[in-house]
């Protein structure tokens, strides 16, 4: 069997022009959608992705503001520059690209965000109502893989799902929204015996794990759809993913290539949430 690629770049096209149209329409209404995203210190990797969500807000008409801090940022700073933005009515979405200094508690910086305007969907209040299937911001990653499984039609109710990986961005999220779509759902970790034995189980595997080729054919039941988290760079310096594509590709029945993946869906789902944040506010007036 070779499997059907799906493709996020395809799929996150398709809804950042949905939410572009959205947004022109919330213009016309006098509100334009507004993302603030905080870099503290000079992470390389963190400035790419800032930079990348700075370009996508524009690209959809929206508002972003890049607030650059430097590395020796007190805590109180921080987090006095959060409660400012907090009651800002401009910004819909605040964003603290991570990870952070050491001398600064990310668990601190995430609790203050207002739940209202916590776009990534990482305060406990919005993991909370996610746990209780309410309707809030959730994760941007696992709602990304959510919208690939919509929009390939694949049905999530019944299906035996198989999640690597127990962090909080994605592998958690990700096993908690497939559970609240019905689906059974087993985690792995790195503590699990037998890993290969647990993942054959599954109809849908997602590998959240951050290891290189880690997910083999092996480890994949014939048909299965397999989502690739992982972003990864081989031993020549390219990107990769989690799973060995071009074995599992000969025996899953759906996969999701990296790049052209997953990835593309997180930012788009961070446009969504700012946008949904955004319409909220003008039902709170
Ligand atoms: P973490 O490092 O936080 O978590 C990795 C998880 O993998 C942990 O739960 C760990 O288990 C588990 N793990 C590690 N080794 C093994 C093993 N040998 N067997 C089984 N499980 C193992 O990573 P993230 O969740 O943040 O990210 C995972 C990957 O996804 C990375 O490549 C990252 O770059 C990528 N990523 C991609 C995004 C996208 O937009 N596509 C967004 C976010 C992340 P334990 O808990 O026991 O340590």
Redesign the pocket.
């Known amino acids: 069997m070779t499997a059907v690629i799906i493709n996020g770049r395809d799929v996150a096209d398709k809804k950042k022009h949905e939410i572009a149209q959205e947004v022109s329409s919330l213009k016309g209404q006098g509100v334009t959608p507004g993302l603030v995203v905080i870099l503290v210190g000079n992470n390389h990797a963190s400035r790419t992705y800032v930079t990348n969500k700075e370009k996508t807000c524009k690209e959809l008409g929206m508002n972003s503001l890049l607030i650059e801090m430097p590395e020796e940022t007190s805590e109180a700073e921080l987090l006095a520059k959060i409660e400012e933005l907090n009651n800002d009515a401009a910004i819909h979405g605040i964003l603290v690209q991570l990870p952070l200094p050491k001398h600064i508690d990310e668990t601190k910086v995430i609790e203050t965000i207002s739940p209202l305007k916590d776009v990534d969907g990482f305060h406990p209040i919005n993991i909370g109502r996610m746990m209780t299937g309410q309707n809030t911001f959730l994760p941007?990653?696992p709602f990304?893989i959510m919208v690939l499984l919509e929009e390939y039609g694949i049905s999530v109710a019944g299906k035996h799902a198989v999640v690597?990986?127990?962090?909080?961005?994605?592998?958690k999220p990700v096993g908690q929204l497939l559970l609240n779509q019905h689906a059974t759902v087993t985690y792995?970790?790195?503590?699990?015996k037998d890993?290969a034995e647990q993942t054959r189980q599954a109809d849908i595997l997602v590998a959240?794990?951050?290891?290189p080729n880690?997910i083999t054919a092996e480890h994949v039941k014939e048909g299965a759809v397999v989502i690739d988290?992982?972003?990864?760079r081989n031993e020549a310096g390219k990107l990769c993913?989690?799973v060995a594509f071009a074995e599992v590709s000969e025996k899953a029945g759906y996969i999701t290539p990296?790049p052209k993946?997953?990835?593309p869906?997180?930012?788009t789902m961070l446009m969504y949430n700012t946008l949904q944040s955004a319409k909220e506010s003008i039902n709170r007036k």
């Open positions: 941007c990653t990304g690597v990986g127990r962090s909080n961005i994605v592998g792995c970790h790195s503590r699990t890993l959240a794990v951050g290891i880690f988290v992982g972003i990864n993913g989690d990296v993946g997953v990835g869906m997180t930012i």
